[in-house]
């Protein structure tokens, strides 16, 4: 039952350096998300991908791309890390496009990024 | 604009007590709502959701939610906390663009349980 796997769960970055982090889902589920979560903030919509072979913004896009590799996997990079993305990113996924189909976002367990 | 708002950052109540977590939200039409709730260091998990019909909602772990639309309100209840039940909860509303949904998140209340 793996769910919506992440990679890496803890990385820290010196300004300037790019990452990527990768995620996984074995669901067989369309749509695809990153978020990123901030005390007193909530979540946040950096990208998503309604569907293999589409991306697109969400609240917060700026410092990030993303890629649909496949119907499994969504990659969120960093091309040149600034200390303000330091925070914890999750990815999720949902069945249909968009989440009103089933009514649910399946999370991974976050990734916890540091920028110095 | 569609968004979500949690009136209370922090609640504290007493294992046994009863819970009420706020959630205004706006939107124009009849939204769809959802909460969710985090454990520390995890993801997170939906406990109940609602798009039409019947506004009071029954969710997993004994939580409830009323739908209000005449007060934009989705608050959060249960009769009686466990101290499994100390998390941060998240209030979400559907936004629709571009011909997609996306889940806006308000920013959250964080459950402290005395024993």
């Known amino acids: 039952n793996a769910g919506v796997t992440q990679t890496p769960k803890f990385q820290v970055l010196k300004t300037g350096q790019s990452m990527t982090l990768q995620c996984a889902q074995d669901m067989n589920h369309n749509s695809m998300y990153w978020y990123r979560q901030d005390p007193g903030m909530g979540l946040r919509l950096i990208y998503y991908?309604?569907?293999?072979?589409?991306?697109d913004k969400g609240e917060v896009p700026n410092g990030y791309n993303v890629s649909r590799l496949n119907k499994r996997e969504f990659s969120l990079r960093l091309e040149s890390a600034a200390p303000s993305q330091t925070s914890v990113y999750f990815c999720?996924?949902?069945?249909?496009?968009?989440?009103?189909?089933?009514?649910?976002?399946?999370f991974g367990e976050g990734s916890r990024l540091t920028v110095l | 604009a569609q968004s979500v708002t949690q009136p209370d950052i922090h609640i504290t109540v007493s294992e046994g007590a009863s819970l009420e977590l706020r959630c205004n939200y706006s939107?124009?039409?009849?939204?769809?709502l959802f909460w969710y709730v985090q454990s520390p260091g995890q993801g997170l998990q939906l406990l109940l959701k609602?798009?039409?019909?019947?506004?009071l909602v029954q969710g997993i772990k004994g939580f409830e939610a009323e739908f209000k639309r005449s007060q934009s309100s989705f608050n959060l209840r249960k009769p009686s906390v466990h101290w499994s039940d100390a998390a941060e909860y998240f209030c979400?509303?559907?936004?629709?663009?571009?011909?997609?949904?996306?889940?806006?998140f308000g920013a959250g209340t964080r459950l402290a349980v005395h024993p």
């Open positions: 991908s309604a569907s293999e072979g589409t991306t």
């Open positions: 939107y124009g039409a009849t939204p769809y």
């Open positions: 609602y798009f039409s019909g019947d506004t």
């Open positions: 999720a996924s949902s069945l249909g496009q968009g989440v009103v189909n089933t009514g649910e976002l399946f």
């Open positions: 979400a509303v559907v936004m629709f663009s571009g011909g997609y949904n996306k889940l806006i």
